[in-house]
């Protein structure tokens, strides 16, 4: 009966002590990891293809993404205000080709020196105040106060066309906000530049930053511009990028200038003085002779 039990045990021993068999131990558990591996890989690259298949079924909002804004080339351009025949245009774009009466009513006076305007001013009647109003769809990509033409509100429509708001009051949005035509962009305010037509808005339209006449667009598609030739404005002042330190600049140069002239105008006189003084010598000398 011992001999029985015994036999099992040293059965167990001889296999441990056969060569083949630790080798076969490392092999099998090699075996085991190299497939655990292989499914954990499997399972791994399993997991980019349910989200490519998901990004395959997207739909964008439209608000994601920093996209440019696309121009409606059949959407009119509109006046930036909400009543068009009660509104009055006291400050014209200035046209080399306009009338002369046309051409004074786009001058703009500030600090005794004549700015010809690249826009249009817009009152109503009586100083009432008005919401300013987009003129055109688009995005906002700048908002700023300006020490002489006050808050400043810039739109961009795609393909290069941009309009302007200055002058105005309050501010009612911001950069980055996406505007219908007639959103409300602010109220219409008073600056230091345009000081003489109180409550108004100061209104620009520009492709490619040349300026355009904003009258000969109102009413009209934004794809005119593309027809219509950008104005020579090559030698004009730009109100819109005036500011306070250059007017400074301009008024100190002036000063000088006036200086320099009162300097000039008085070493004339000192000069003139002297000629007649000399003259005045030399005649008392000559009247001196005659008379030994």
Excluded: C
């Amino acid at each position: 009966m011992k001999e029985e039990n015994r036999a099992p045990k040293k059965g167990a021993k001889s296999i441990f002590r056969k060569k083949w068999f630790f080798p076969a131990v490392y092999l099998t558990i090699a075996a085991l990891l190299l497939a655990a591996v292989i499914w954990y890989q499997n399972i791994d690259n399993q997991l980019p293809d349910a989200g490519n298949e998901a990004g395959d079924n997207y739909t964008p909002h439209p608000h994601d993404g920093d996209a440019a804004p696309v121009m409606d080339p059949q959407e009119i351009v509109k006046m930036p205000v909400g009543d068009q025949e009660k509104a009055q245009i006291v400050t014209k774009f200035y046209d080399y080709d306009a009338s002369q009466e046309d051409q004074e009513s786009a001058l703009i006076l500030h600090n005794n020196r004549y700015y010809q305007s690249t826009g249009v001013d817009i009152v109503y009647p009586d100083g009432e105040a008005f919401d300013v109003l987009a003129a055109l769809s688009g995005t906002v990509v700048d908002t700023k106060e300006d020490p002489l033409l006050g808050n400043v509100v810039i739109l961009s429509h795609g393909n290069d066309v941009t309009t302007y708001y200055a002058s105005l009051g309050e501010v009612a949005v911001n950069p980055g906000d996406e505007v219908k035509q007639g959103d409300v962009l602010g109220t219409a305010g008073e600056n230091i530049f345009g000081k003489n037509n109180g409550k108004h808005v100061h209104f620009e339209i520009r492709k490619d930053e040349q300026v355009y006449n904003p009258e000969e667009f109102f009413n009209q598609p934004v794809s005119k511009l593309d027809e219509s030739d950008a104005e020579d404005v090559s030698e004009e002042e730009d109100t819109s990028s005036i500011t306070s330190e250059e007017v400074d600049s301009e008024n100190v140069n002036e000063e000088e200038n006036e200086s320099s002239e009162s300097d000039s105008e008085d070493e004339a006189n000192n000069s003139s003085d002297n000629g007649d003084n000399e003259g005045s010598d030399e005649s008392e000398g000559t009247d001196a002779e005659s008379n030994e």
